[in-house]
């Protein structure tokens, strides 16, 4: 294949010039600063095929439908890499071991060892707990008028990953684990940290590494915890499969599983739910619309897995949702082998990243593609390669239907008891640690559900990424 290729006219692949201070690694770092605008600005103004920085062809990003099909649905082609240097063998090795990271034979093992978890009958034996832990949740707002919603969201969906995943229901455990989790996040992601990987004090890098070691420890802790408890969830199946694997399995070559599941799992639901909630709340037409909707459908009673299929405008709002503020703003590839893509020649071993966030930004596709208008669902049938807010192909996300169930149960309780808004002078800036959410957090001010939401001036970077009517 590369023998053809090179019979081909090779162009350059344009993109930003590196900076006069600090060149290309000057570059890549102002890109990580704000990923959102980098990626978009690449877009905008290199065209669909651009690269990070001009002289460097081996940091591509592909953009759009024909792309995304071209990189998804080409898995021997298109691999995927840790995003992170580990040092052999080390913790951090080792915890970026799960099936996101997996190619091949050992993705395919992994992901249907893993599947009947994510079936639509486990999912619907999930419904229970998903209810009662979101009840404990908005029990404890009873006597609140405001609360800090990401944190709320977050410890809810971590209780949820704990339970449904892992068959783990102490609140102590759920806290520490999730915030270790959190810290983890920040470590791995910091700019700093991807850049300057240097494996000595005071480098970032260094930091991250002994955090690594610590968080392994308590994977494992909790894996032995788990060990005695015989019950069916994700994290039984894994340990069972050390039981009955062909290959010398132990605990430790499963740690990867457990933290891949557990931060792809809560991280990603709940960016999505908050900014759900947010758009809602700025946009009253559509919030009535819901709650009329939820009302006619389940009035007071509780939520029940059959009401679910009846809340079609819900359903909307959620894909909107996603369509607008997907969590995964790009994803990356190694290429293993020389291609094409397009014109452009790519060589072996070039990083080619696709964007569902540029996606979903593309007016052919999506008029006036910075509003939020759950109503033009009605009219559009996007392709999986148009609309891809969990990946697309063989590699899409494993806990799609978990996630839409999860945010339509706790969305239409949290509907059913309150109404909120914005408190007053919020700012609302954006972050993508490993995906799309709000910086810190953000008060809700909560008030009976009958109350009309009214939506309150908003400032901060989102307004960038979304056009709000106030
Ligand atoms: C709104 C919530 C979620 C969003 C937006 C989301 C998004 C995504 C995306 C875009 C990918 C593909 C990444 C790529 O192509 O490189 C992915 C993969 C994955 N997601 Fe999710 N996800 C969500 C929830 C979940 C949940 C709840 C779980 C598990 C409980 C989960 C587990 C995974 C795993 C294990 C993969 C890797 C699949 C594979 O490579 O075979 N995700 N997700």
Same mark, same amino acid.
């Given at each position: ?80 890499? %840790?995003?992170? /240097?580990?040092?052999?063998? !080390? +913790? @951090? ?7 996101? $990271? ?101 480098? %970032?890098?260094? /930091?991250?590494?002994?955090? !690594? +070691? @610590? ?7 909790? $894996? ?101 503020? %997907? ?144």
């Amino acid at each position: 294949m590369a023998n053809v290729h090179k019979s081909l006219k090779q162009k350059s692949i344009p993109g930003p010039k590196p900076l006069l201070l600090g060149g290309n690694i000057g570059k890549r770092f102002a890109f990580s600063l704000d990923r959102v605008k980098s990626v978009m600005d690449l877009y905008t103004h290199f065209g669909d095929v651009a690269a990070m920085v001009a002289n460097d062809t081996r940091r591509i990003f592909a953009f759009g439908p024909a792309f995304n099909h071209q990189i998804l649905s080409n898995t021997d082609l298109f691999q995927v890499v %840790p995003f992170l /240097k580990a040092p052999p063998h !080390s +913790s @951090l090795e080792r915890l970026g071991q799960g099936l996101i $990271m997996m190619n091949g034979d050992e993705h395919r093992y992994y992901r249907s060892l893993l599947q009947p978890a994510f079936h639509k009958n486990a999912i619907e034996s999930y419904h229970r707990d998903i209810a009662s832990l979101t009840v404990s949740m908005l029990d404890s707002w009873e006597k609140q008028t405001s609360v800090w919603i990401v944190e709320e969201i977050r410890s809810l969906n971590i209780a949820i990953a704990n339970k449904i995943l892992f068959g783990i229901a102490e609140a102590k455990n759920n806290d520490s684990l999730g915030k270790d989790f959190q810290t983890w996040l920040q470590h791995i992601t910091r700019p700093s940290t991807i850049l300057f990987p240097i494996n000595a004090y005071p480098f %970032p890098y260094a /930091k991250m590494l002994a955090f !690594s +070691s @610590l968080l392994e420890q308590k994977v494992v802790a909790l $894996m032995y915890q788990k060990a005695s408890i015989q019950t069916t969830d994700v994290l039984s199946i894994l340990l069972d499969s050390i039981k009955t694997s062909d290959e010398p399995t132990s605990m430790i070559d499963l740690v990867g599983q457990v933290a891949t599941i557990f931060l792809a799992s809560y991280e990603t639901t709940t960016n999505a739910l908050i900014w759900t909630l947010l758009l809602l709340c700025q946009h009253p037409a559509i919030m009535d619309q819901v709650v009329a909707e939820i009302q006619a459908v389940c009035g007071q009673s509780s939520i029940e897995p059959l009401h679910l299929r009846s809340l079609p405008y819900l359903g909307s709002v959620i894909k909107e949702s996603l369509r607008l503020l %997907p969590p995964a703003i790009y994803s990356h590839r190694v290429t293993t082998d020389d291609c094409f893509l397009g014109d452009y020649a790519i060589a072996q071993g070039s990083r080619v990243s696709y964007s569902p966030y540029v996606t979903h930004r593309m007016p052919e596709l999506y008029q006036e593609p910075n509003r939020f208008d759950p109503h033009r669902w009605e009219s559009i049938k996007p392709s999986p390669y148009e609309y891809l807010p969990f990946g697309a192909g063989s590699r899409m996300c494993i806990g799609v239907g978990l996630a839409t169930t999860q945010l339509t149960i706790i969305l239409a309780m949290i509907i059913q008891r309150y109404s909120w808004r914005l408190a007053p002078k919020a700012k609302v800036d954006y972050q993508v640690l490993v995906s799309l959410g709000i910086k810190g957090d953000i008060q809700l001010q909560l008030e009976k559900p009958d109350n009309t939401t009214i939506p309150q001036p908003i400032q901060g970077t989102i307004r960038r990424l979304v056009d709000f009517p106030v």
